[in-house]
């Protein structure tokens, strides 16, 4: 059924009616391509009447796939749709062929890519690879899953395209020959497809191209424990990570490769999750030829991405806020993810920890053995309420429980207002430091999906930062 392999454009001339399963924007930047080179582009969708129908010749409903794989001749799958979808399995049955996105895209450009994978930290491991590699191959894009379609961009003549996979994109694309690739971690996630860690694990290994001399694979060693019948004797596969060749070493902060040591003192993200994301961005740099000082003058200038544990500018707050750390992270939609981001602080640090939306499949220990080492208030918000409450409620630890992000940063703020009129807090809540109120930090890390209340991640960021500025202005 999934194509075994990348056609060449060619193949395509012989398919004139192409069906798009699953609109969104992947969907509808497929359906761009292909009517702008004369094809005839139908939808299916869940919700046809949400569609952009100026797209399509026709927007049907996805219940019917008889009736709609009437002389179709190929299908774009997008990348949320199941594979045991009925479409596809009636597809299977009259043996017509099925392409990701991603593949589609792969079909027309020709040049190196850039791919990245695994469970957190790929889109700012993508956008700092790109960063870098821009200042070398400034004729390059960027695209994949942190939000622009790779099928947008590529029937333009670049010279390099940097690419975010996730495991569902990678899942449904055959040999995509990639020119240098990254695994960067594996924790539980997608479960809800994947079944099984093993099969997650296969899904993101399919980002390797080994058989090509040429590729180079970086690889998290955590990842093997999840798919331990590979073959790790491969000369282009190299392990970035503790007592490996790649590393990163604290105090003081440096990258470490086989041939070169960076000074990452004033690279501007914080905490050991970052340094590992560079560390890789450094390994897929040097892997394209560019050399220690395009690397090291390029990653110092990367400010990060919107919603990924980004500072709130605090020049407009009152002065009583000005001091406190706003940090916006909707980006964290799992548990690992959030864990990754906190890494950083200890009991005693003046931590404010806000969760919500709707929480995966994924197990709760490791974030409550956390918990119980930090003791920091918990804010949670939304459907993560009844999912976590029972949970939460049996560590005896101080934890706070809404129906909205409005509300819970109203309460929030009247408990902050308290805290900083009285300078008197739970000990084990702020550090003592002779200025309590400077040592306060509020991080908005959901470890849920956004669509309990929020459209996406986007739209949740944007909402946090709105409230904070109209309650702390």
Not at 133 to 141: A, R
Request: aromatic share 10%; proline share 5%; net charge neutral.
């Amino acid at each position: 059924m999934f194509s075994q392999s990348i056609p060449q454009a060619s193949d395509l001339d012989k398919f004139k009616k192409f069906l798009i399963l699953g609109g969104g924007s992947s969907g509808d930047s497929s359906a761009k391509l292909l009517t702008s080179l004369g094809k005839i582009c139908i939808l299916a969708d869940k919700f046809p009447e949400k569609a952009n129908s100026t797209l399509y010749e026709e927007v049907l409903s996805d219940n019917h796939p008889q009736e709609i794989l009437r002389e179709v001749d190929c299908i774009i799958k997008s990348p949320g749709i199941l594979p045991n979808h009925p479409i596809l399995e009636e597809a299977k049955e009259r043996q017509i062929p099925v392409l990701s996105e991603i593949g589609l895209g792969r079909v027309f450009y020709k040049g190196p890519i850039i791919g990245i994978t695994g469970t957190d930290g790929k889109s700012t491991t993508t956008a700092l690879t790109y960063h870098i590699l821009k200042s070398k191959f400034p004729n390059s894009k960027m695209g994949g899953n942190i939000g622009v379609p790779f099928t947008s961009f590529c029937l333009e003549p670049l010279d390099l395209v940097v690419l975010e996979l996730s495991s569902y994109q990678l899942d449904d694309s055959p040999n995509l020959h990639i020119t240098s690739s990254a695994i960067l971690n594996l924790a539980s996630d997608h479960l809800e497809r994947h079944k099984t860690m093993e099969s997650y694990a296969k899904a993101k290994w399919k980002i390797q191209n080994l058989e090509n001399p040429n590729h180079r694979l970086f690889v998290n060693p955590n990842f093997f424990q999840f798919f331990p019948t590979l073959n790790q004797k491969n000369s282009n596969l190299h392990l970035i990570g503790e007592n490996q060749k790649y590393f990163v070493s604290l105090e003081p902060n440096l990258v470490h490769t086989p041939n070169n040591t960076y000074d990452v003192s004033k690279f501007p993200l914080k905490g050991k999750h970052n340094l590992m994301n560079l560390c890789f961005a450094i390994a897929l740099s040097e892997s394209m030829g560019m050399e220690k000082e395009e690397i090291q003058t390029s990653f110092e200038s990367f400010m990060g991405l919107p919603h990924r544990f980004r500072k709130i500018e605090n020049s407009a707050f009152q002065n009583l806020y000005k001091s406190i750390q706003f940090i916006n992270d909707s980006k964290s939609t799992n548990l690992h993810s959030m864990l990754s981001g906190i890494s950083g602080f200890k009991k005693g640090d003046g931590l404010f920890l806000i969760l919500g939306g709707i929480p995966k499949q994924e197990p709760i220990e490791l974030f409550l053995k956390r918990w119980k080492e930090l003791e920091c208030p918990i804010w949670v918000y939304g459907k993560a309420v009844e999912v976590w409450k029972p949970e939460f409620e049996k560590t005896g630890l101080a934890a706070y429980y809404f129906p909205n992000l409005s509300s819970l940063l109203e309460n929030l703020k009247n408990k902050i207002d308290s805290h900083l009129k009285t300078n008197t807090f739970d000990s084990s809540v702020v550090r003592k430091t002779g200025n309590e109120s400077n040592s306060l930090s509020v991080i908005f890390s959901p470890a849920g999906a956004s669509f309990d209340l929020y459209k996406n991640f986007e739209e949740r960021g944007n909402h946090f930062e709105s409230l904070v500025r109209q309650l702390f202005s």
